[in-house]
């Protein structure tokens, strides 16, 4: 190869060549956002539950099931005896109450394929964001409208430090007269911004 052709490629060729796997690279990066943020992620569950008819037609608080959100940081999972509260004598006969009743008949924890979750270096406290008036479904979308719960919101830092930063223009609409004296307090106290609030 000459000279002159070698200079052509290194001028001409090389910066096209270095400008499409640029264009390439964001082009994927930006395409598979949602992916990598898991939005849209609605796993296979061992019993169907719907979130919808408990949670938003027979109108149970979150709390109810995720009794540990209001005490400390994680919501966590009921335990079958939660469930058989009402189950054990509540449309005990559906083949998805007697596959509840297996584990609890067995006292083994249902294998629930778990949906929210922030990577392991990230500090989140479920009790501090609701004593602050934020609703679940700021975070976790709306699940009392859900057959099958999905993540709906990316809970990537960017999304977290947006509304810590504008917490009124991030919060949606709550009701209730609890939430809305919350809620208040929220828009006055802007949550925390420095590294060590999250990654500790």
Not at 84 to 107: G, Q, T
Not at 117 to 144: E, M, R, W
Request: glycine residues 6%; hydrophobic residues 35%.
């Amino acid at each position: 190869m000459d000279k002159q052709m070698l200079d052509y490629n290194i001028r001409v060729r090389l910066p096209i060549i270095l400008v499409a796997v640029v264009v390439a690279y964001f082009a994927t990066f930006f395409a598979g956002f949602k992916e990598r943020n898991m939005v849209g992620y609605a796993p296979e569950q061992p019993i169907k539950f719907s979130h919808k008819l408990h949670a938003g037609d027979l109108g149970m608080d979150c709390r109810y099931c995720h009794t540990a959100a209001e005490k400390g940081r994680h919501a966590g999972v009921p335990s079958t005896d939660t469930c058989m509260n009402c189950h054990s004598v509540a449309r005990a006969d559906m083949p998805e109450i007697k596959k509840l009743k297996e584990y609890f008949d067995s006292n083994e924890p249902i294998p629930w394929v778990r949906i929210h979750k922030t990577p392991d270096f990230v500090y989140f406290n479920h009790s501090v964001h609701l004593a602050s008036g934020i609703d679940c479904a700021q975070c976790h979308g709306d699940v009392a409208g859900m057959d099958v719960v999905q993540r709906t919101k990316p809970l990537s830092m960017g999304w977290c430090l947006e509304c810590h930063r504008t917490p009124q223009e991030q919060l949606i609409e709550v009701t209730g007269p609890d939430n809305q004296k919350s809620a208040q307090l929220v828009r006055k106290h802007a949550g925390g911004q420095h590294c060590s609030a999250c990654h500790r």
